[in-house]
């Protein structure tokens, strides 16, 4: 059986506990064989997108994921810490730079700069490990700022399958949205 | 359905998203459309009886992509 979790918002703390309740609780609950995350996230936190990874990689019960609008962002990281990864043929991608916001003074100012560069080599190096793509060519299009159609995603290993995917009447789902 | 009709299911559905060259590979339980498109829309027809891959590279290299149907 199959557990489908509608995943749209922002990656933050309240997203993330959630998602863990739906994927270590909810869906174990039900006894579901398979959980499909049909998501969309314009990002957030990236302390938070790596724990949701962290959850998917090693959720007990398979996860795949399926793209329905945008992944920008860290959500790029939970999209591919999924094996299995599909999208609708009209989401997108975007990949860029972590950044900070915020007032530092000098020595805080140094902190954030060395944090910011810290997380664009998580990000990248997750990217890579994750769609086997070339890590100078992920730091490339991170720098850059990079939107990829659902297409070039395909060609690039993020995506795996190009599918229109709906919720079966009747099916045990679970809805986590945000609309700002 | 049998392997003629699904060809021509995914005839319809290639010309509406504007595959070219397209070629076809079957069994007796599967049919596969190997193609080239400059863009590429999802296959939405729902077949009783047919599962079917969802548009995928094709990395044999004849085409860009494959869709392969697969009786149940």
């Known amino acids: 059986m199959e557990y489908y979790v509608v995943f749209e918002g922002i990656i933050n703390q309240e997203a993330s506990r959630k998602l863990a309740e739906a994927i270590f609780i909810k869906a174990r609950d039900i006894h579901a064989e398979k959980i499909v995350v049909l998501f969309s996230s314009l990002g957030g936190s990236v302390y938070e997108g790596f724990i949701i990874a962290n959850m998917i990689q090693n959720s007990q019960i398979p996860v795949a994921m399926h793209a329905v609008n945008h992944i920008d962002s860290i959500a790029n990281v939970i999209f591919l810490s999924a094996k299995e990864r599909t999208a609708e043929s009209h989401a997108k991608f975007y990949l860029h730079s972590a950044s900070s916001t915020g007032t530092f003074d000098e020595k805080q100012l140094l902190e954030q700069y060395q944090a910011t560069k810290t997380n664009n080599s998580r990000i990248a190096y997750f990217i890579s490990e994750n769609a086997g793509l070339r890590l100078e060519r992920v730091q490339e299009m991170m720098k850059k700022g990079t939107t990829l159609s659902v297409q070039e995603a395909l060609k690039l290993g993020i995506v795996s399958g190009i599918d229109h995917v709906e919720i079966p009447q009747g099916s045990p789902r679970e809805e986590i949205i945000y609309i700002n | ?72």
Do not use: C
């Not at chain 2, 049919?31 to 047919?50: D, M």
């Not at chain 2, 590279?57 to 494959?66: A, C, H, I, L, Q």
């Open chain 2, 1 to 72: 359905m049998n392997n003629e009709q699904i060809k021509n299911v995914l005839n319809d559905y290639l010309t509406q998203s504007g595959a070219t060259e397209v070629i076809f590979e079957e069994t007796e339980n599967s049919v596969a459309a190997l193609f080239n498109s400059r863009e590429v829309i999802s296959f939405k027809t729902n077949i009783p009886g047919w599962t079917h891959s969802g548009i995928q590279v094709d990395n044999t290299g004849k085409r860009e992509y494959k869709i392969e149907l697969r009786r149940v």
